[in-house]
């Protein structure tokens, strides 16, 4: 499926928190999303507005699963952080249950997704988050089935 490409600037910190408010406001159960960029980039702070916009409540707060690997947040339906970040190849995917996760029916957020083997995760969305040296961030995201019409507006919005 070819995706349909979109981009979204954010020039702080509390718009990257916004427009994942939004974003996780869209997501379903079964909704996979991938999150690429450097170190510092703003993958975890976009997965705490999703999480926020997915019903995780404020007294959950979202951190960075870099050493967990995973963390799981209560909301509309579970959302499951997962950061692949020290995961060297296959036989670790398997040790934490990558399979299960993936079949558990709640939203998926994955950071790192390269650590992945190819064709091994369809997701519905892919993120490549870049930071610019004014401390601002732009979104490319690939959509290949979200029903984003509530995102785009809020774009459409914050571009005018």
Not at 48 to 55: F, M, N
Not at 118 to 137: C, F, K, M, Q, W
């Amino acid at each position: 499926m070819k995706p349909e490409n979109s981009i979204f600037t954010a020039a702080s910190l509390a718009d990257t928190l916004a427009f994942g408010l939004r974003l996780g406001s869209c997501l379903k159960p079964g909704d996979l999303l991938t999150l690429t960029g450097d170190l510092g980039s703003g993958k975890t702070v976009l997965c705490q507005g999703i999480a926020r916009g997915a019903g995780v409540p404020e007294a959950c707060y979202v951190t960075s699963p870099t050493y967990a690997i995973v963390h799981e947040y209560p909301g509309r339906c579970p959302v499951f952080h997962v950061d692949l970040y020290r995961l060297s190849g296959p036989d670790d995917l398997e040790a934490i249950g990558f399979d299960e996760l993936l079949e558990a029916g709640g939203i998926l957020l994955i950071e790192w997704p390269e650590r992945v083997p190819e064709g091994y995760l369809s997701p519905t969305a892919s993120i490549a988050i870049t930071r610019h040296p004014d401390d601002s961030r732009s979104f490319f995201i690939s959509n290949y089935g979200l029903d984003l019409q509530d995102l785009v507006n809020f774009l459409v919005l914050k571009s005018d």
